[in-house]
T-cell receptor
Framework: NAGVTQTPKFQVLKTGQSMTLQCAQD?????MSWYRQDPGMGLRLIHY???????DQGEVPNGYNVSRSTTEDFPLRLLSAAPSQTSVYFCASSRRRTGIQGGANVLTFGAGSRLTVL | KQEVTQIPAALSVPEGENLVLNCSFTDSAIYNLQWFRQDPGKGLTSLLL?????REQTSGRLNASLDKSSGRSTLYIAASQPGDSATYLCAVKDSSYKLIFGSGTRLLVRP
């Protein structure tokens, strides 16, 4: 059981380049989300999805696009990278409905993708 | 807008000490609250989840409490060990299903 898989783990881009961070989960979770983590600022929500074909914006969506064509995958696209997007990105998923402790509603995170934009 | 604050930002304690980490949030209309652990260079691991109707949850040496009316949660770690050294983050899930994180408390347990 792989859980949440993110690729790549590390990436260096030049300003203006585009790229896609991949996220896949094998737990049949309806809810998937992308966060960025910056020093001293905790995690901030970029985009999220409550099911295939449904996406919505989080706190810091500008400069990022997402799509959810399948339950398993939730890629994050940077169309024109900027130095301000240098960060560690985390994908997370959970079942959508309320669950008991340790059960369905617990958020499962990927290991993260470290992105540097020069 | 929901804001989550964690105090202190960093904490250093000797091994064996009992300790309390604090989390406060500005809007009491939350769905649930989670405590996570993050080791350096790694993702987050969920430790405890408290539903809005619950007052506390326990897992081993960890106990988390929730007081919605005052906008506070505490994570109590009993008999701390060097292996507990990590960053601890709390997060609240608001009514729109968004998870809002605090900036974390970096814990060092000294042998």
């Amino acid at each position: 059981n792989a859980g949440v898989t993110q690729t790549p783990k590390f990436q260096v881009l030049k300003t203006g380049q585009s790229m896609t961070l991949q996220c896949a989960q094998d737990m049949n979770h309806e809810y998937m989300s992308w966060y960025r983590q910056d020093p001293g600022m905790g995690l901030r929500l970029i985009h999220y999805s409550v099911g295939a074909g449904i996406t919505d914006q989080g706190e810091v969506p500008n400069g990022y696009n997402v799509s959810r064509s399948t339950t398993e995958d939730f890629p994050l696209r940077l169309l024109s990278a900027a130095p301000s997007q240098t960060s560690v990105y985390f994908c997370a998923s959970s079942r959508r409905r309320t669950g008991i402790q340790g059960g369905a509603n617990v958020l499962t995170f990927g290991a993260g993708s470290r992105l540097t934009v020069l | 807008k929901q804001e989550v604050t964690q105090i202190p930002a960093a904490l250093s304690v000797p091994e064996g000490e009992n300790l309390v980490l604090n989390c406060s949030f500005t809007d009491s209309a939350i769905y649930n609250l989670q405590w996570f652990r993050q080791d350096p260079g790694k993702g987050l691991t969920s430790l405890l989840l408290i539903q809005s109707s619950q007052r506390e949850q326990t897992s081993g040496r960890l106990n988390a409490s929730l007081d919605k009316s005052s906008g506070r949660s505490t994570l109590y770690i009993a008999a701390s060990q060097p292996g507990d050294s990590a960053t601890y983050l709390c997060a609240v899930k608001d009514s729109s299903y968004k998870l809002i994180f605090g900036s974390g408390t970096r814990l060092l347990v000294r042998p």
